[in-house]
């Protein structure tokens, strides 16, 4: 297997991701394991699941990457009334004052940049949802038989309030498993909180400079999907997702009295770049089973179905990553 191009470019990736880091600390304080595991599904060109109470700075975190990337940004803010055609973009007829013609014009949506940040996205209906799952999926929209290519690279960050589902439509398991992450943001610390409480009520403007640009952002994922992986390590997690399905004679006794439906393919696939991702922010030169567990729980955690006995007795698919863990190292 052919080694990654250099030590420079791991080198070129760790220089990167502590400039990002740096300017993401004037913004935001705290939340350390949550902007790594965004950034990790960025260099993955991976989209990710946000869940967490208001206030968490969900949204500021986003916005904030996407300027120091230099990437264009829209925020949707998903709601029951949100179309289809409110988000992918809409025709409208223009006419030619010489000529008098009148012409469909395709006017792009708000889909059409670089980082999305889906607000609330369980609120918007089926039909918007399995709109958003066509760019996410394919990275294309299509209006009247014409299909638009998005631009490059593109990601969707989505939130989700967990603790309000009234008038929410719980998003299908299809599009759940386009997301690489479910990333949970916690509240914050005592002394995170008080230092949050200080510099959002004083005068302080923080002034958030660009580090690297769309191109290069794309040449650090190349780089990243070059470094090599030991056989070793890809047996292992395969191994390990296969335990999650039920059906399988390996699985624990745990995953065949709580699970449904276990992870599919997909999930050995965000592990293992995943794993990759995070030895390159540590710059290292390729990963190992540590880095393959610390991506587990969000890859696995919206991938593990539970059925009616774990809900009734409070079993989360978190417990269930646990305890394959376990035997994972």
């Given at each position: 297997m052919a080694q990654v191009s250099g030590i420079e470019s791991i080198r070129e990736i760790n220089k990167s991701v502590e400039k990002i880091y740096n300017e993401i600390a004037k913004v935001i304080i705290g939340q350390g394991p949550v902007i790594e595991q965004v950034l990790i599904s960025l260099f993955c060109n991976g989209h990710s699941l946000i869940i967490g109470v208001p206030g968490l700075a969900k949204t500021m975190l986003?916005?904030?990457?996407?300027?120091?990337?230099?990437?264009?940004?829209?925020?949707?803010?998903?709601?029951?009334?949100?179309?289809?055609?409110?988000?992918?973009?809409?025709?409208?007829?223009?006419?030619?004052?010489?000529?008098?013609?009148?012409?469909?014009?395709?006017?792009?949506?708000?889909?059409?940049?670089?980082?999305?940040?889906?607000?609330?996205?369980?609120?918007?209906?089926?039909?918007?949802?399995?709109?958003?799952?066509?760019?996410?999926?394919?990275?294309?929209?299509?209006?009247?038989?014409?299909?638009?290519?998005?631009?490059?690279?593109?990601?969707?960050?989505?939130?989700?309030?967990?603790?309000?589902?009234?008038?929410?439509?719980?998003?299908?398991?299809?599009?759940?498993?386009?997301?690489?992450?479910?990333?949970?943001?916690?509240?914050?610390?005592?002394?995170?909180?008080?230092?949050?409480?200080k510099t959002t009520t004083s005068a302080y403007q923080a002034d958030l400079k660009k580090v690297i640009g769309a191109e290069e952002f794309t040449n650090l994922q190349k780089i990243i999907r070059r470094m090599p992986v030991s056989d070793e390590i890809i047996d292992r997690t395969v191994e390990m997702v296969g335990q999650t399905r039920p059906e399988n004679n390996n699985a624990p006794e745990i995953v065949k009295k709580y699970v449904a439906w276990g992870a599919g393919p997909r999930a050995s696939q965000y592990l293992i770049l995943g794993a990759k991702a995070k030895a390159a922010l540590d710059g290292r030169f390729s990963p190992n089973l540590e880095d393959v567990r610390y991506v587990c729980h969000p890859v696995l955690r919206h991938r593990i179905i539970t059925n009616f006995a774990a809900e009734a007795e409070g079993v989360k698919s978190d417990h269930i990553i646990d305890e394959l863990l376990k035997n994972f190292l």
């Amino acid at each position: 297997m052919a080694q990654v191009s250099g030590i420079e470019s791991i080198r070129e990736i760790n220089k990167s991701v502590e400039k990002i880091y740096n300017e993401i600390a004037k913004v935001i304080i705290g939340q350390g394991p949550v902007i790594e595991q965004v950034l990790i599904s960025l260099f993955c060109n991976g989209h990710s699941l946000i869940i967490g109470v208001p206030g968490l700075a969900k949204t500021m975190l986003v916005n904030t990457i996407a300027q120091i990337v230099d990437l264009t940004f829209n925020r949707i803010q998903f709601t029951p009334d949100l179309m289809p055609s409110d988000i992918t973009g809409t025709e409208v007829i223009e006419e030619d004052r010489t000529t008098g013609k009148r012409n469909f014009r395709f006017v792009k949506g708000p889909l059409f940049a670089n980082v999305i940040l889906a607000d609330e996205i369980n609120r918007a209906p089926p039909k918007t949802q399995s709109a958003l799952l066509q760019a996410m999926q394919e990275y294309k929209v299509t209006y009247a038989g014409t299909t638009y290519l998005l631009p490059t690279p593109f990601f969707v960050l989505a939130t989700q309030n967990p603790i309000e589902q009234e008038g929410t439509y719980p998003l299908p398991e299809a599009q759940l498993d386009r997301f690489m992450f479910t990333i949970n943001i916690d509240y914050p610390e005592k002394t995170e909180e008080i230092e949050i409480v200080k510099t959002t009520t004083s005068a302080y403007q923080a002034d958030l400079k660009k580090v690297i640009g769309a191109e290069e952002f794309t040449n650090l994922q190349k780089i990243i999907r070059r470094m090599p992986v030991s056989d070793e390590i890809i047996d292992r997690t395969v191994e390990m997702v296969g335990q999650t399905r039920p059906e399988n004679n390996n699985a624990p006794e745990i995953v065949k009295k709580y699970v449904a439906w276990g992870a599919g393919p997909r999930a050995s696939q965000y592990l293992i770049l995943g794993a990759k991702a995070k030895a390159a922010l540590d710059g290292r030169f390729s990963p190992n089973l540590e880095d393959v567990r610390y991506v587990c729980h969000p890859v696995l955690r919206h991938r593990i179905i539970t059925n009616f006995a774990a809900e009734a007795e409070g079993v989360k698919s978190d417990h269930i990553i646990d305890e394959l863990l376990k035997n994972f190292l």
